[in-house]
């Protein structure tokens, strides 16, 4: 079961314990940089060896789903992995004292934005650039969402009552 092959010219032998052990670490871990650190192999070495094994995995439909919904191995970072190298109490890239404020602000945006309050007004109040405030929208339930435009149609009643009187 060992594999053979040249790089620049050099024959080389996968020995047949690791490409066993590879074969097996497949299913369950979450990157080839895993994989390297279990082997002791290059990243290259393992991408390659591994390729023809998640082909049959991905033709069998046992390919292991990746966080993101994407195959497991993906080329590129997504959020799954980038969120592996940052501790649990952390936002990734902000140290936990960041963290901490960034998520308070977070709630209270939020709360802003389910009052039904106008961006420009919620960006004003925190200090954010234009649009700030409606990048905050991603983090609403969609019940938060339901009862944000119920607040922003009370709102708009009210201030054409105003105007009529």
């Not at 032998?13 to 080839?32: D, K, V, W």
């Amino acid at each position: 079961m060992s594999r053979s092959g040249t790089i620049a010219g050099a024959s080389w032998q996968m020995p047949a314990e690791r490409l066993a052990l590879l074969i097996e670490l497949l299913p369950t871990a979450q990157s080839f940089r895993d994989i390297c650190g279990i082997l002791g192999m290059r990243l290259d070495v393992v991408r390659r060896e591994s390729a023809p094994f998640l082909a049959i995995m991905k033709l069998n439909g046992t390919h292991p789903k990746c966080g993101c919904g994407k195959d497991r191995f993906h080329p590129y970072g997504c959020a799954d992995s980038y969120r592996k190298g940052w501790p649990s109490d952390c936002l990734p890239g902000h140290t936990r004292a960041e963290s901490v404020v960034l998520l308070q602000k977070r709630q209270l945006v939020i709360a802003d934005l389910v009052k039904g309050l106008r961006y420009c007004d919620i960006d004003r109040q925190f200090g954010m650039s234009k649009g700030g405030a409606k990048a905050y929208l991603r983090f609403l339930t969609s019940d938060q969402l339901a009862e944000r435009e119920r607040n922003r149609i009370q709102d708009r009643g009210s201030a054409l009552l105003r105007r009529a009187a």
